[in-house]
């Protein structure tokens, strides 16, 4: 007995031993806490109850130059209900008018939203999407509906407030505005808002806030630790009335020709500022949307618009003339093994230099340029490196198109390849070069880059502008370049581009038919081919440059520039003289115009004798011609623009008033 007993003692002595020896370890460790490790305890502690949280910045504004909004930040408004922490007597008094009030702002019977609440009480559902995308005045009106204004809390309302990038204009110019990247809140690469993301992003700032109860969290004090900074605001240099007329009447004309994709550019010719970009792409449903940025990024072989830079080397050159006469046979004429067609049956024979890019003759272009260059080949290409063909543009808008411009020792290089590049095959340039080219032409020879940003704003204050670059002080010799827009404003009266020709507004330009994918095996069965008419207008005083490129129009329908492409050019051109009156005002009414001057000495007489017999009237401006003979008691009909060239009834004849006289204008 007294053995057991002392066991049982001893037993006791260890555990207590134990246990005086745990105390002593929770001692220590409590010092070690306090005093050793206090401060690294604390920091934890701190950093699990308190957090910096994120305060995003505002976007800035992306304008069009009129103070249009292209492209600004908006709040949106996701509403989700807690089912579980109303209680039941709020639930019950409330349930049938939130209902009602549902059902009438979102057109659904109150009995629907009655069976959603309760369904989502019975099963504990505790974040219930009940409204998505709301706008801020619907948040607000939902906010005060029965239930949900108790607050979080009593009402179960849940609120998630986002905001969301929006484009008032919808999908005109969205590819080239830009929007977020997807699935990547935030990031944007592409348009504007990707080439100019580090003015409008702003910065973050940051609150110190503290976790308190249920897991909501308060502000640790009254200020930010970072307050945000807001972004800047971009003024674009785009229209938007030139960019509505650009987009749809692209559109109208992809719809009626079925084509893949298409772009138009707009461009400003003294400052190069960009006023319309548009791009449209075929879904595979036939609908069209801004799909890619094809105006700046594809760079494609330009066929028959390339001719005019072919024209003004040989004319730059003195190779030629525009009275240079080239034989283009019957419509089809071998080079080094391969032959060349023209599209005209029969072809056109001996015909000018001038009249070879009237007609776009791709044999009379191949051939003055393998006459003149097949043996220094470098003296046509270096022409194009000076006009910076062969090298991009230099935009901040990301994805621009690489220009190919082949000489000796490139891969596409061949004996055909200069004849090929004659009639722009064998190259390759995006829409936005080429049209910086004529966008030259019409600038008296300056070539300018394009500008798509006028400024950089912060609350009306200005931060950075941009003006215009000049690239090419002079591409060429003021000779060249008169006799070049002289046949650019023909091939609209009379060349290829006649279809497009009106005689209330000038327009000057080149038609463009390029056969694409011709090395595929089915092209010969399913033929494809790329439109374009590359311009300016008014051709006289130029005042907008324009480009339209439409790939794959249905053969069934048409192909050629002319039918495709020109008429888009056209009605846009007639909506801007519409709309925007090129002349704003008269600077002197008073200042004397010797034109005018020596029609009135050639008028005044003839208007003041009286006659028996019709007047000679050849070399009378037009509009004098028509005041004198009517006057006389003819009818006049006038058949074109300018001085009388001709007059139907001889002068000389007897006078018979009612009779009617036709007047060639020129």
């Not at 009254?222 to 003024?235: A, R, T």
């Not at 461009?267 to 799909?291: C, D, F, H, P, Q």
């Not at 330009?302 to 046979?329: C, N, Q, R």
């Amino acid at each position: 007995m007294a053995i057991e007993e002392k066991n049982i003692l001893n037993r006791l002595y260890i555990i207590a031993g134990c246990m005086f020896i745990f105390a002593i370890a929770v001692a220590v460790k409590m010092v070690n806490i306090q005093f050793v490790e206090g401060e690294e305890y604390r920091e934890l502690a701190l950093k699990n109850t308190t957090r910096n949280f994120v305060i995003p910045a505002n976007r800035g504004n992306v304008y069009a130059e009129d103070g249009s909004l292209l492209a600004t930040s908006v709040p949106k408004y996701d509403i989700r209900f807690d089912a579980v922490t109303v209680s039941s007597e709020n639930f019950k008094n409330n349930i049938v008018p939130l209902s009602k009030e549902m059902g009438k702002m979102f057109n659904r019977p109150a009995s629907y939203y009655q069976n959603v609440f309760r369904k989502a009480r019975a099963n504990k559902n505790r974040y219930l999407l009940i409204a998505k995308n709301l706008g801020y005045s619907d948040y607000i009106k939902l906010k005060g509906f029965p239930l949900f204004k108790l607050g979080p809390y009593k009402g179960g309302i849940i609120v998630e407030q986002r905001t969301v990038r929006e484009h008032p204009l919808g999908k005109v110019a969205e590819r080239l505005v830009g929007n977020q990247k997807n699935n990547s809140p935030g990031v944007y690469e592409v348009g504007f808002e990707g080439a100019f993301d580090e003015y409008l992003r702003g910065k973050e700032g940051k609150r110190l806030k503290q976790k308190i109860a249920r897991g909501q969290w308060k502000p640790v004090f009254d200020e930010n630790e970072v307050e945000p900074q807001d972004g800047y605001d971009v003024i674009s240099t785009i229209n938007a009335n030139i960019q509505d007329i650009a987009h749809h009447a692209l559109l109208k004309q992809m719809e009626h020709y079925e084509a893949e994709h298409g772009s138009v550019i707009v461009m400003e010719v003294k400052t190069g500022e960009i006023k319309a970009v548009a791009n449209l792409g075929r879904t595979s449903n036939g609908n069209y949307y801004e799909k890619l940025n094809y105006a700046v990024g594809e760079s494609h072989e330009p066929g028959s618009t390339f001719k005019v830079m072919t024209m003004m080397a040989a004319l730059e050159d003195e190779k030629i003339d525009t009275t240079t006469v080239v034989d283009t046979k019957k419509g089809r004429k071998r080079f080094y093994g391969r032959y060349i067609h023209d599209s005209k049956h029969g072809g056109y024979g001996e015909i000018s230099a001038a009249k070879s890019l009237e007609v776009s003759s791709n044999i009379g272009l191949a051939t003055i340029i393998d006459e003149a260059y097949s043996e220094n080949p470098e003296q046509f290409i270096n022409h194009l490196k000076e006009w910076r063909l062969d090298k991009k543009i230099g935009i901040k808008i990301k994805g621009e198109g690489k220009p190919v411009i082949p000489g000796p020792g490139h891969e596409l290089w061949s004996k055909n390849a200069l004849p090929s590049m004659a009639y722009g095959y064998n190259l390759r340039l995006t829409p936005l070069q080429t049209l910086a080219f004529y966008n030259a032409i019409a600038n008296d020879g300056i070539m300018v880059k394009p500008r798509f940003i006028k400024e950089i704003r912060a609350w009306n204050q200005e931060v950075e502008t941009f003006e215009t670059e000049v690239v090419n002080e002079e591409i060429c010799s003021e000779e060249t370049l008169n006799e070049i827009r002289d046949i650019l404003k023909n091939i609209v009266i009379r060349g290829t581009g006649k279809p497009l020709y009106s005689k209330y507004f000038s327009m000057a330009g080149k038609t463009g038919t390029a056969r694409t994918e011709y090395w595929m095996d089915d092209w010969e069965k399913d033929r494809r081919y790329i439109s374009s008419f590359s311009g300016y207008f008014p051709a006289e005083n130029p005042k907008y440059s324009c480009i339209v490129v439409i790939h794959k129009p249905s053969t069934k329908k048409g192909y050629y520039g002319a039918d495709v492409t020109g008429p888009v050019f056209k009605r846009i051109a007639q909506k801007i003289f519409t709309e925007s009156p090129l002349i704003a005002e008269i600077a002197n009414v008073d200042e004397e115009d010797p034109i005018l001057e020596k029609d009135y000495e050639t008028y005044y007489p003839k208007a003041q004798a009286h006659y028996t017999k019709v007047p000679n009237v050849k070399g009378m401006a037009g509009m004098d011609a028509v005041s004198l003979l009517e006057n006389l008691g003819l009818k006049v009909q006038t058949v074109g623009n300018g001085t009388v060239a001709d007059q139907s009834i001889a002068s000389g004849e007897a006078l018979k008033r009612g009779q009617q006289i036709t007047l060639k204008l020129s």
